[in-house]
């Protein structure tokens, strides 16, 4: 499975951007899908996951309220609608697909997309 972020940039404080993930290749093997993010000298945090079926979101506690992820299965793609941006929310942004394939466990990455948000 190849992964595909888009849709980054720079944005003042308290504007919006939607972020895409486009998947390709072995994409029926995949179930849960999630956003990411890392900025420098700290870990990969989660931002947002969703399953398969969309029906069951998760979000960290800094975006609740502010982020929206969804997936679109009949393009391969994930979505991240980010709105009431806020400076901490620079960061490189990072597509996470997880299943499986046959007896092989899937755990894919994209390559990040930088979202800067000014003060």
């Known amino acids: 499975v190849q992964l595909v972020e888009s849709g980054g940039g720079l944005v003042q404080a308290g504007g919006s951007l939607r972020l895409s993930c486009a998947a390709s290749?072995?994409?029926?093997?995949?179930?849960?899908m999630g956003w990411y993010r890392q900025t420098p000298g700290n870990q990969r945090e989660l931002v947002a996951t969703?399953?398969?079926?969309?029906?069951?979101?998760n979000y960290a506690d800094s975006v609740k309220g502010r982020f929206t992820i969804s997936r679109d299965n009949a393009k391969n793609t994930m979505y991240l609608q980010m709105n009431s941006l806020k400076p901490e929310d620079t960061a490189v942004y990072y597509c996470?697909?997880?299943?499986?394939?046959?007896?092989?466990?899937?755990?894919?990455w994209g390559q990040g997309t930088l979202v800067t948000v000014s003060s």
């Open positions: 996470n697909a997880q299943g499986a394939l046959g007896p092989w466990a899937l755990d894919a």
């Open positions: 290749g072995n994409t029926f093997s995949i179930n849960t």
């Open positions: 969703i399953t398969s079926g969309g029906s069951d979101t």
